[in-house]
């Protein structure tokens, strides 16, 4: 018996039965010969975070805060790791695949724009006006199944890819957001959760720390429910998503948690996300930057390095594509020096 068999026989003995077990995976889009040292979800994580450049990529791209002055704001990275242990304890908690968990939670954010959500947008309006449409969790599954290893894509297995494509809530409260049935297993369920756990809770100390707002400011209820201090808000939630989730058919959490969290999220999209005060004081100069961007790559197409050889850059969509896929790939400030790059003189930045 291999390894790798050892281990799944475990999955079968101790996993819960609602767990997503490796040997039941329904595989891959190319078939491969099974690793004898690791299920099929520990070869996934494995290759997100070793062979996928757009993982490293996300240690330079926005969260909430553009072009911070210090150190200490969230990445996309920062993010993804805080989402990715909140989902394993709760996982481990809840006796399901920690691997899988991980794998999902580790590529859920692969394909966003530079520039945070304002970037999002800005190369959304850019590609729509070529027929296009740019989703970050869309652009995360063509990532690791296209654009990845030159072209290859890094061959995940359904469940990941699953997850990776449900794990997106945008604005909608977790009891909505929760409802769907989208994704597949419970372990994408609990990268869902996790997600949001994850970024209300970096973000309200991101806030914090940037002065555009104080604890004060929040719900005095939902903070009473949840707690007044980062570490025990995100403790509250935890184990309030592995008691409510425990005999469930589904991840759930309390009413009473369920309700302060999204009060929590209302004011964080009215007051930080949305706010002219916050980071995306500059959402109209980004979008014009992506939009300038688009419409440069686009018209010389031979500047884009290495297209997708499926793409004929001949054919308007097709470039357009590429362009697209292109742009979402920047970190923040290549995006910016390749503006500068692009668009203004030489001698003006050596000044």
């Not at 150190?71 to 899988?100: G, P, W």
């Not at 690791?144 to 890819?161: A, F, K, S």
Request: aromatic share 6%; glycine share 6%.
């Amino acid at each position: 018996m291999t390894r790798r068999e050892e281990l799944e026989a475990f999955e079968q003995a101790h996993l819960s039965p609602r767990a997503a077990k490796a040997a039941g995976s329904r595989g891959r889009a190319r078939p491969e010969s099974p690793c004898p040292m690791r299920t099929a979800y520990m070869r996934d994580r494995d290759r997100i975070i070793h062979q996928a450049k757009a993982f490293r990529r996300l240690a330079y791209k926005t969260q909430v805060f553009v072009s911070p002055q210090t150190d200490h704001y969230r990445t996309r990275l920062s993010h993804t790791l805080d989402v990715a242990q909140i989902a394993r304890t709760i996982a481990r908690a809840l006796s399901l695949n920690e691997d899988l968990t991980e794998a999902i939670a580790l590529a859920h954010d692969l394909g966003h724009a530079p520039y945070g959500h304002a970037g999002e947008e800005g190369l959304h309006a850019a590609y729509a006006r070529h027929g296009g449409s740019f989703h970050h969790a869309a652009h995360s599954l063509r990532v690791v199944d296209v654009l990845e290893r030159d072209g290859e894509g890094l061959n995940l297995t359904w469940e990941v890819r699953n997850g990776i494509i449900a794990h997106t809530k945008g604005r909608a409260d977790l009891g909505d957001a929760l409802s769907s049935h989208t994704p597949a297993t419970l372990e994408a369920e609990i990268v869902r959760v996790s997600d949001r756990i994850a970024y209300l809770n970096h973000d309200i100390d991101d806030a914090l720390r940037a002065g555009v707002m104080q604890l004060s400011d929040l719900p005095a209820d939902a903070l009473g429910v949840l707690g007044a201090t980062h570490g025990a808000r995100i403790g509250k939630m935890v184990t309030d998503v592995i008691v409510a989730s425990a005999d469930a058919e589904a991840i759930s959490l309390s009413d009473e948690v369920r309700q302060a969290s999204d009060a929590i999220k209302e004011h964080l999209f009215d007051h930080v996300y949305l706010s002219a005060q916050a980071a995306n004081a500059d959402r109209g100069r980004i979008k014009a930057l992506l939009a300038a961007l688009f419409e440069a790559f686009l018209a010389e197409p031979e500047r884009i390095p290495n297209p997708h050889p499926s793409l004929n850059l001949d054919d308007h969509r097709d470039r357009a594509r590429a362009v697209c896929d292109y742009l979402a790939g920047m970190s923040d400030r290549f995006a910016k020096q390749t503006y500068l790059d692009l668009f203004l003189p030489r001698e003006w930045q050596r000044q």
